[in-house]
């Protein structure tokens, strides 16, 4: 497993919310935690920018992943649109999270409520080499659930 050292500022709506934090000793991703000065009620269907109140600045080659967090999103249809959701290296404002209610009652928020999780990753950059054929594949062109299928 490969460590990478990551700055981090709390702002200060921020100042009673812990940092991000692994729940478990094997988990991915880091929980990141509502920083509001009042409760926010997501209507269904509604989303909403809910800040964290940090800023981070990732190490170059690296980001950071925003998902969903499942619990969330089985017991109330509460979901991260955009997702996943990535924070580039050279971005230094607040992580906000994009919450989307796709459940059928009315969902509060509360401050320091877990909301979505972090993943902190290496990433390639690519460069591309034109051709006017790619090479032959067995899957060819089949895509959309085509494979498992015959």
């Known amino acids: 497993m490969v460590s990478v050292s990551v700055a981090i500022s709390k702002l200060p709506h ?7 934090a692994y729940a478990t000793e094997h988990a991915a991703g880091m929980d990141l935690c509502a920083a509001i000065a009042q409760d926010i009620i997501l209507a269904p269907g509604e989303r909403r920018l809910i800040p964290t109140g940090l800023s981070i600045a ?3 080659g690296y980001e950071a992943q925003v998902r969903p967090r499942s619990g969330l999103a089985i017991k109330n249809g509460v979901t991260v649109l955009n997702s996943p959701g990535t924070i580039d290296a050279d971005y230094r404002g607040e992580v906000q999270i994009i919450l989307a209610n796709l459940g059928k009652e009315a969902f509060t928020v509360t401050c320091g409520m877990r909301i979505a999780q972090m993943i902190v990753a290496p990433y390639g950059r690519v460069a591309w080499k034109e051709e006017k054929e790619l090479p032959v594949s067995t899957r060819g062109a089949g895509g959309f659930g085509s494979t498992g299928t015959k």
């Open 14 to 20: 921020a100042k009673n919310i812990g940092l991000p």
């Open 58 to 60: 990732l190490p170059e």
